[in-house]
């Protein structure tokens, strides 16, 4: 027993660097995001809510809206990235694709009001995913800007288009939301889902068709490559 101590000691110590080496690379996300704790018995729900389960709300907000998903892709989603800009990414298993996780940024992860300002931008993506390396449109990347202050309104968190870091997200955004003033705006969003299969590789002609009145200018601004 004399001897067990000072060599287990001595063992830990060793390997203690190491321990604190991988550590310091571990996100630390914030609980509420992360941890679903049960509910008290009087209350309506089983569990708090996390990013998991805020996603099937936001799924639902946004389908509500723009119509129903693209279910021939299955969503496994959302984890933290060390990029610098959320995404949707499309891993690959045994050379088949058709998933999708959703990826935040790291300064999300302690901030809920960006990490739900994030997830439900992507979200709007995940309703006609175009699949890796394809382009977004003007109008589809507004759209999800345009959305998710929509949501982080309607849950009581919202905040103002100067939240919005980009230039370009927010010119893509005033863009959506003079559109977004007309009454067949979610109808015609959900006509261009249903009929051109997304809200990229678009044409101005095929905004014309959906949006009468709608300006041969504004509608190549939307249709253009972000």
């Known amino acids: 027993m004399t001897r067990f101590v000072p060599l287990a000691l001595a063992t830990l ?23 679903a704790t049960p509910c008290k018995a009087s209350a309506s729900c089983a569990f708090s809510w996390t990013l998991a389960s805020r996603m099937g709300h936001i799924l639902r907000f946004m389908e509500a809206r723009y119509g129903p998903r693209d279910r021939s892709w299955t969503l496994l989603g959302v984890e933290f990235t060390s990029r610098d800009a959320p995404q949707v990414w499309y ?18 992860a302690t901030d809920e009001t960006r990490a739900l300002f ?25 759209l999800a800007t345009y959305a998710s202050l929509e949501y982080l309104d309607a849950v009581g968190k919202g905040v103002s288009p100067n939240y919005i870091a980009s230039s370009r997200y927010q010119a893509a955004y005033r863009t959506v939301a003079r559109l977004a003033s007309r009454p067949d705006f979610e109808s015609g969003i959900r006509t261009l889902r249903t009929t ?28 253009r490559n972000f």
Request: no cysteine; charged share 15%.
């Open 13 to 35: 110590l060793a390997i203690a660097p190491r321990i604190a080496w991988a550590d310091a690379g571990f996100l630390h996300a914030s609980p509420g995001l992360t941890v």
């Open 91 to 108: 891993p690959t298993y045994d050379n088949i694709g058709e998933s999708i996780i959703v990826q935040l940024t790291r300064n999300a």
């Open 118 to 142: 994030q997830l439900s931008h992507e979200v709007v993506h995940l309703l006609s995913p175009a699949g890796p390396g394809a382009k977004a449109s003007v109008l589809e990347e507004g």
């Open 196 to 223: 051109r299969g997304g809200l990229s590789n678009l044409s101005p002609t095929d905004l014309q068709r959906v949006w009468p009145g709608l300006t041969a200018r504004e509608a190549t601004v939307l249709t």
